[in-house]
């Protein structure tokens, strides 16, 4: 009889502790990497993490802990990475071990800053990953309502349709609808992308537009989607399933949605910086807006783009909410 499967998260903020806890609904141990010790030494004492869903309590017996990547990625088999964008690099250059036959997930929103490329594609290069062992979680599923045991659904990508489905699996249950795609490249940009489109329905929304231009940004936002992922990977696909569309609307209107509150206090005024500090969590819009800008500056037309470039000019030029934004609302339709 073969030996089962081992996971572990790399992580420890709101959405790895979501995962840790739909994975912990359908294996007996479950491995868990983060750097804070504090968080560490606080779980296996108190049975939650002090700092995200704080609600959520663990059998820690089921947990194994640790501060040690490379002891983490040693153990595990399917290794699911929920870093954020902005920080994945520097923990990856702590990776000392071979990584392969290892099936890499991705549950990171966002284009890694240094490089300018999809996580998948940062293992696929660096640690000579084959993409036939890289996925990709997408939504759409709130790590808040996951705690809250709401029905919730997720999609897992992989050119592997049998690993696939093995994900999809451990992730499963009562709460936790999933199905399985093989669009690992575009569904990773669709959930890149679908944050800068919440920071922008929280600009909208701070600015003090309604519900019909929200819907009007939303409509605009699906297709500038399609146009950006297309001109990356074009294989068939349908834009309004629900790891692109769904995902995109849960993270554009959510009270859950830390990207639309991000811009909902740029919009009141707010500074980057200021917003920033008062959240104390990481909006990965911020930081997929530049990555994205970047791409759309040495490929295409940004004007065929209009809310990236709203988006981009807003956080990163200074620019007015209030004019960039009458200015988007003419070239919307």
């Known amino acids: 009889m073969s030996a089962p499967i081992k996971y572990a998260v790399f992580g420890s903020g709101s959405w790895a502790t979501a995962i840790v806890k739909m994975l912990c609904e ?3 141990e479950v491995g868990w990497y983060m750097r804070s010790v504090y968080i560490k030494e606080h779980l296996l004492k108190e049975q939650h993490n002090p700092s995200y869903l704080s609600s959520v309590e663990f059998n820690t017996s089921q947990l194994k802990i640790s501060n040690d990547i490379n002891g983490m990625a040693t153990y595990a088999d399917v290794l699911i990475f929920v870093i954020p964008s902005a920080f994945i690099h520097d923990e990856l250059l702590k990776l000392e071990v071979d990584l392969k036959g290892k099936t890499i997930v991705s549950a990171v929103k966002g284009i890694m800053p240094e490089t300018g490329k999809l996580v998948g594609e940062h293992f696929h290069d660096v640690y000579n990953i084959t993409f036939e062992n890289i ?7 709130h790590a808040e309502e996951v705690a809250l045991e709401r029905l919730s659904y997720l999609t897992i990508a992989c050119a592997d349709e049998a690993k696939a489905k093995q994900i999809a699996r451990a992730l499963a249950s009562n709460y ?17 992308l679908k944050n800068i489109y919440a920071i922008a329905a929280g600009i909208a929304h701070g600015l003090g537009y309604g519900d019909n231009f929200q819907s009007v940004l939303m409509s605009n936002a699906i ?8 001109k990356r990977h074009k294989m068939k696909r349908n834009i309004n399933d ?7 609307l849960v993270t554009g209107y959510s009270i859950f949605s830390r990207n639309r509150m991000f811009g909902n206090m740029i919009g009141k005024g707010y500074t980057v910086k200021s917003a920033q500090m008062e959240m104390n969590m990481v909006a990965e819009g911020y930081y997929a807006t530049k990555s994205a800008y970047d791409l759309i ?5 940004k004007d065929k783009l209009p809310i990236i470039t709203a988006a981009y000019a807003i956080l990163y030029e200074g620019k007015d909410p209030k004019r960039i934004f009458q200015k988007l609302t003419e070239k919307l339709d």
């Open 242 to 248: 629900s790891a692109y569309l769904g995902d995109l």
């Open 176 to 192: 936790i609808k999933t199905s399985t795609s093989d669009d690992v490249i575009g569904i990773e940009y669709a959930v890149m």
């Open 135 to 141: 996925a990709v979680i997408a939504g759409p599923c």
């Open 223 to 230: 297709r500038e989607m399609k146009r950006f992922i297309k």
């Open 26 to 28: 359908n294996l007996e």
């Open 297 to 301: 500056e040495k490929n295409e037309r």
